[in-house]
């Protein structure tokens, strides 16, 4: 019995180590180029958890584009926004409401295409330094009346604007270029337009003038303001976003 073992024993010891000596190395190996390959280092937006699906979207160019970036640079429109977003120190509060929400820094600047930082802008329609609606004012908590009008107190139409983009952003899965289409359009209008032409891409979508022109018109301002007056534009702005300019 003894020496009908010693051959199974003897092959079973030199598979062993055999695996002992060529096996094992391999496979620790092969388990430290995938986790060194699985653990790259999170970008500072997913650090911070900013809700971002499209990053890139904020440095983008194309021709519709490019359009709005040479008139922008060819007038001061960006400039004296920015100017008196300082002067106000109103980018300071909107970057520190946005950040609680996770929103893109991006969309502080919101108001140079909204009302250039004007608290009192009225558009007819909307009114504020976000231009609310009565409807979407209403909807987002502040108090519209013939007396006063909240609206009208950027502070809270602040974080009014915060609520609502956060919305727009998780309804449209954070493509901002659809969220800021909805903001403008209205999230229904957009909605139907995107079912009845099948498409998620805002650049594809066949939209009103006013809304086809607003994300393009919007990423130009950020890249103008960007380029041409930096410290203006990064007044305010979370660490992270001025560390990755």
């Known amino acids: 019995m003894q020496n009908a073992q010693n051959p199974y024993i003897r092959s079973t010891l030199t598979k062993l180590n055999y695996f002992l000596r060529f096996g094992l190395p391999f496979m620790l190996l092969v388990v430290f180029v995938m986790s060194g390959c699985s653990k790259r280092p999170l970008s500072p937006r997913k650090q911070y958890g900013i809700q971002d699906q499209y990053p890139e979207t904020w440095i983008e160019s194309n021709q519709r584009i490019e359009r709005f970036v040479n008139i922008y640079r060819k007038n001061t429109h960006v400039r004296i926004c920015l100017q008196r977003a300082e002067q106000k120190g109103y980018l300071h ?29 009225n558009s007819g329609s909307a009114l ?55 903001y403008n359009g209205g999230p229904n209008y957009l909605d139907k337009i995107m079912k009845n032409q099948r498409s998620h891409n805002f ?34 702005a979370p660490r992270y976003w001025v560390a990755s300019r």
């Not at 976000?130 to 009008?149: C, E, I, M, P």
Request: net charge positive; glycine share 6%; charged share 30%.
């Open 128 to 182: 504020g330094m976000w231009q609310f609606t009565k409807a979407t004012a209403t909807d987002y908590g502040l108090r519209v009346g013939w007396f006063s009008d909240d609206r009208l107190n950027w502070r809270k139409a602040t974080h009014s604007a915060a609520r609502y983009l956060n919305e727009l952003g998780r309804r449209f899965n954070y493509d901002w270029r659809l969220a800021l289409a909805g």
């Open 203 to 236: 650049w594809k979508l066949k939209l009103r003038k006013e809304t086809k022109e607003y994300v393009p018109k919007f990423l130009a301002m950020l890249k103008v303001g960007r380029e041409r007056y930096p410290d203006l534009f990064f007044q305010g």
């Open 93 to 121: 509060y909107i970057h520190r409401v946005f950040y609680k929400y996770r929103l893109p820094p991006e969309l502080a600047h919101l108001p140079i295409l909204e009302s250039c930082f004007d608290t009192r802008a």
